[in-house]
């Protein structure tokens, strides 16, 4: 389940034009940084703030310009860990744009870190449909409408395991077209 979701997520931003998948930035290079184990049953195992900070900061070391973090964990701003809001203030340092998903709980107040955090360098991408509406399950609302932007949520096609293509719904496929732009 978490390869399915990186794999949909990496062809969006990196697929080639002459494959199955036309990403957004097929000549950019990048760095994958899992950060997300598969449970047993097909599940994902959740990811801390301290194994995202580690993540970042590796991202950074690696020459990162932007980071794409279609993830998140449902909590207050307030709640970010020191490690997390110093790998944050290390982006701002690097001028690095941590392009973050606002998450799929459906409310305007439901907040989701990193993509909730204050700070120049972060961008929260919520999830619209076809009219520019936020989709019913995208958060979305004053945090993320000051620092954050909607993106096209529903149904994007991706690459998925055996050479198929998926098409899949949420703020992580909408964060994933803002990364690749970006």
């Known amino acids: 389940m ?44 959740a990811c801390t703030q301290k194994d995202l900070a580690e993540a970042i900061n590796k991202a950074l070391e690696a ?24 790998a944050i203030r290390n982006c701002e340092r690097k001028n690095c744009l941590v392009v973050a998903a606002a998450g799929n709980d459906g409310c305007e107040g439901c907040m989701h870190i990193p993509g909730a955090v204050m700070s120049k360098s972060v961008l929260a991408v919520g999830a619209m449909d076809l009219t520019g509406e936020p989709l019913g399950m995208s958060n979305w609302g004053d945090v993320y409408s000051r620092q954050g932007i909607l993106a096209p949520g529903r149904n994007i096609p991706g690459a998925a395991s055996h050479g198929k293509t998926a098409w899949k719904t949420g703020t992580s496929f909408a964060t994933a077209i803002v990364g690749g732009i970006a």
């Open 63 to 86: 020459g990162a310009q932007v980071i794409n973090i279609s993830a998140g964990q449902l909590s207050d701003p307030d709640f970010a860990k020191p490690a997390l809001v110093e």
């Open 2 to 45: 978490a390869a399915d979701h990186g794999t949909h997520v990496a062809s969006i931003i990196f697929g080639q034009h002459d494959g199955q998948i036309q990403g957004v930035a097929p000549r950019c290079r990048g760095l994958l940084a899992p950060i997300f184990q598969g449970a047993c049953d097909g599940s994902l195992i």
